[in-house]
């Protein structure tokens, strides 16, 4: 170590290039992307993890269980079961938003963020950024997979561009309640209990089969699961057969697949940041 | 002069405890010093830090750095405060460089500023053989002093450390006593929280006790220099120890003679002990009195009082270890 004065001195209050406060709110949110993003980079194992599990669901779901299952009034169970496991996935994302928020919040990153001169926003935008680019790279990967076991989208590209969007956007809804989940809990074991949830959460909808299969009641939550708008809407933008069903929520599955995840980030988002700014205060 | 630091009547109660972590807390620092937050475990210091450092709000009560409020200047004080945490607060997965220079990104400097800045940070702290290496792979004592080279950005005005060395073998306590040295030296005024006397004696210009003493909550039980502590509780003490106790007498009068107080004399563990002025001179002396006396002696040190021993004279009460 040289000589002490060298390490600083006192300038504090002075910050350097003082700018808008909406421009740093953007350069610190991709200042922190790009750190979420050269995780990923660092470990590879772990992109390479939350990419193969959702492939495995497929090929488990294609081969083994799907020959038991079929399309009410008649079509290919594989048609309609891939955008249950697009959506499945996008919902697998929620887990993984939360469990980034946690590690960082008991590492001490996050308070040291919040002690630092920076917008709160910064870091959850941040957060969610990288979370969309990942979740695009393992929908990607999810789409060619499918192909190659035979899903086929029949519905032209631009609803197939439709169909990817509506995708990311519940994506993009269920991210923020990873991130307000990520900053409410304070142990490991809180994160393992909504990892479990999911799959409950995901298997009452209409992901893997149709909600008039089901009891009244359940059917009637299943279908009201925003997950299940979600993917009626891409089986439908996809010209993949669906379930169908009379009631009014099965008969707008693309409004509510609009609606639902809107509805969603109005209601986390602002939540987030409340408790990030306000976090154990 | 405006305080670097100032607490009144801190009161601070977690959501769902019974106790209260901080009860009147009380502190005022003066720009430019060091000053120590002495404390056994669950005393309350982490608790005064996240306050002081915006991250935690008081129940009651009013603290202020550089003269702004924590409570109600927020945005003002973290323009001010450095905060190096209970556990370093670095990204584990990027290398040492990659983390300088993202902090450095988000402390607003140019990118070229955040890279030159990481390099003469990296140069200054002795990291810059690992500045490629994953913070994963950093020992205990690297890690910390990356932290600190973060919290040393942009040089703040007020740098809050706690527990920077708990857990650090001695080499690493000495290297991260080195650049706390190096930042005051900077003007950077230091507030540290620690579980050891002898930290807060090496680095602090003042020190207050934190403690929780019976139904209490924790708040400051004495204030001073090191020194004005340390008479407080009673200097060091020297301990000797014979091979056979018929040197007793003869052990006891030495020691007198050397201390120039009363000694304890213990017959069963054959240890005679006193408390002492100046420690080398006393340790001199009594080598060179032994030899001159013919005592066969087993052990001989002169130690500072320990922790316990503080709290001992302090509180009249040993510590009580609150879990945290
Ligand atoms: N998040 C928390 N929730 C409830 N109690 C807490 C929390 N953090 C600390 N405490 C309690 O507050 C007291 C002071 O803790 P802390 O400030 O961490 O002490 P120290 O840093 O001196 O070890 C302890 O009794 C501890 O158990
Ligand atoms: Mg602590």
Redesign the interface.
């Known amino acids: 170590?040289?000589a002490?004065?060298?390490?600083?001195?006192?300038?504090?209050?002075v910050?350097?290039?003082e700018?808008s406060r909406l421009r740093?709110a953007l350069?610190?949110a991709a200042?922190?992307t790009?750190?979420y993003l050269?995780?990923l980079r660092?470990?590879p194992a772990e992109l390479a993890g939350a990419i193969g599990f959702p492939i495995l669901l497929v090929l488990m779901f294609a081969f083994l269980l799907g020959g038991m299952m079929a399309v009410p009034g008649g079509g290919d169970y594989r048609q309609a079961l891939l955008p249950g496991l697009f959506t499945m996935t996008m919902l697998f994302g929620l887990s993984a938003t939360m469990v980034a928020v946690v590690t960082d919040a008991q590492?001490?990153?996050t308070?040291?963020?919040?002690?630092?001169?920076?917008a709160p926003s910064a870091v959850l935008v941040g957060r969610a950024a990288a979370d969309m680019v990942t979740s695009a790279i393992t929908l990607g990967a999810l789409l060619l997979v499918g192909l190659a076991v035979g899903w086929r989208p029949s519905g032209g590209p631009a609803a197939f561009v439709a169909a990817v969007g509506l995708l990311l956007l519940l994506r993009f809804a269920l991210l923020w309640v990873g991130i307000y989940l990520g900053l409410l809990v304070r142990s490991p074991g809180a994160v393992t209990a909504v990892q479990t949830l999911e799959f409950p959460f995901g298997f009452l909808s209409g992901l893997f089969v149709a909600p008039a299969t089901m009891p009244l009641v359940v059917g009637a939550v299943a279908e009201w699961n925003p997950l299940s708008s979600t993917a009626a809407a891409t089986r439908a933008l996809f010209g993949n057969p669906g379930w169908g069903g009379d009631s009014w929520v099965a008969q707008h599955p693309v409004l509510m697949a609009v609606v639902w995840p809107l509805v969603i980030v109005a209601v986390f988002a602002p939540l987030s940041v409340h408790r990030y700014r306000?976090?154990?205060? | 002069m405006t305080p670097a630091v100032t607490a009144e009547a801190i009161r601070k109660r977690y959501p769902g405890s019974g106790a209260l972590a901080l009860d009147g807390f009380d502190l005022s620092v003066p720009p430019g010093t060091v000053h120590g937050l002495l404390g056994p475990n669950g005393a309350g210091k982490t608790t005064a830090i996240?306050i002081l450092?915006?991250?935690?709000?008081a129940d009651s009560g009013r603290a202020t750095i550089?003269g702004f409020d924590v409570g109600t200047q927020a945005?003002?004080v973290?323009?001010?405060?450095?905060?190096v945490?209970?556990?370093?607060?670095?990204?584990?997965?990027?290398d040492g460089r990659?983390n300088l220079v993202?902090f450095g990104?988000?402390?607003?400097?140019?990118p070229a500023?955040a890279r030159s800045r990481a390099d003469e940070?990296l140069?200054?702290?002795?990291l810059t053989g690992a500045a490629g290496r994953?913070v994963g792979r950093y020992s205990g004592g690297m890690r910390r002093r990356l932290d600190l080279a973060?919290s040393?950005i942009?040089?703040?005005?007020v740098l809050f450390l706690d527990e920077p060395t708990t857990g650090l073998d001695p080499r690493g306590r000495a290297e991260v006593w080195?650049?706390v040295?190096?930042?005051?030296?900077?003007?950077?005024t230091v507030l540290l929280t620690t579980q050891y006397l002898d930290e807060a004696d090496q680095l602090a210009d003042r020190i207050s006790v934190l403690a929780h003493m019976g139904e209490v909550g924790g708040r400051v039980i004495a204030e001073g220099t090191p020194d004005e502590l340390r008479s407080r509780v009673g200097g060091d003490r020297i301990d000797l120890v014979v091979h056979h106790p018929a040197d007793l007498p003869a052990a006891a009068g030495l020691v007198r003679r050397v201390t120039g107080s009363e000694p304890e004399v213990d017959a069963a563990t054959r240890r005679v002990a006193a408390p002492v002025g100046d420690r080398m001179a006393a340790l001199a002396a009594m080598v060179h009195g032994l030899r001159e006396e013919g005592i066969d002696a087993e052990d001989l040190t002169v130690r500072r009082p320990t922790l316990d021993e503080v709290f001992l004279q302090l509180t009249g009460a040993p510590t009580v270890e609150v879990a945290a």
Not at chain 1, 111 to 118: G, K, N, T, V, W
Not at chain 2, 123 to 126: C, L, N, T
């Open positions: 170590m040289s002490p004065a060298d390490v600083g001195h006192v300038r504090a209050g910050l350097p290039a700018g740093w350069t610190d200042t922190l790009g750190r050269a995780h660092h470990q590492r001490g990153i308070d040291r963020f919040r002690s630092m001169p920076m306000e976090m154990s205060r | 996240r450092t915006t991250l935690l709000r550089a945005a003002h973290r323009r001010q405060i450095g905060l945490g209970q556990y370093a607060a670095v990204d584990e997965i990027l990659r993202m990104r988000l402390f607003h400097l140019s500023g940070l140069e200054r702290f002795g994953s973060v040393m942009l040089a703040p005005a080195d650049a040295r190096a930042l005051v030296a900077g003007g950077t």
